[in-house]
């Protein structure tokens, strides 16, 4: 099977219901920009972590779900993948068991660390770019409200775990002075 199939090379692509749409579309915005998150999550690991690259790896995997429902302009298809509330919630309970080796947060922090730390910290902030633009795509077009909680729970859940990883690799953290 060949890679390359020129049908994107007038600026359209198609959905998994075989619909084309420009590659400017909210809906390829939206999934482009998840695969840009599951790419930064692949640079993290291995981190160095056993523990922080077992909860990448599932990431990585729901996010390609995500990839995929975005895809389909059918948000209820029953045959399609979907991200449902129980991987939300897989989130939550994750960075629960994780913050409890974290101190409190008492104010904002810089971002950046350890080299791990900072890929963290640089993959939470493309995640909210992705929250935005599925909130974007939200606004048009029906979406799995399942897969926009969690993307906006994987940002805080990325965070965690870049302060967890800098914790551990003995860097402090840096709050911004106003």
């Known amino acids: 099977m060949k890679i390359y199939t020129g049908r994107g090379d007038e600026g359209m692509t198609d959905l998994r219901d075989m619909s ?3 590659k400017t579309s909210a809906r390829i915005e939206a999934y482009g920009t998840v695969d840009e998150v599951n790419s930064l999550v692949g640079m993290v690991r291995p981190s160095g972590h056993d523990d922080v690259d077992e909860k990448l790896a ?3 995997n729901h996010l390609h779900i995500i990839q995929a429902d ?4 059918d948000a209820d298809d029953p ?11 897989r989130l939550e309970s994750w960075m629960d068991d994780f913050d ?3 101190d409190p947060l008492e104010s904002f922090i ?4 350890s080299d791990t730390g900072a890929k963290l910290h640089h993959a939470r902030s493309v995640c909210r770019r992705a929250e935005r633009r599925a909130v974007a795509l ?3 077009e029906p979406v799995n409200d399942a897969a926009v909680a969690y993307l906006n729970r994987l940002s805080d859940a990325l ?3 870049a302060r967890v990883v800098n914790k551990r690799d003995g860097v402090r953290e840096e709050s911004p002075s106003y």
């Open 110 to 113: 810089l971002p950046g660390g």
């Open 20 to 22: 084309r749409v420009s």
């Open 79 to 89: 045959d399609a993948p979907h991200i449902e509330a129980d991987h939300v919630e």
């Open 58 to 60: 599932a990431v990585q």
């Open 70 to 73: 975005f895809a389909n302009p």
């Open 138 to 140: 939200a606004s048009d």
């Open 100 to 102: 409890d080796e974290l």
């Open 159 to 161: 965070f965690v775990w």
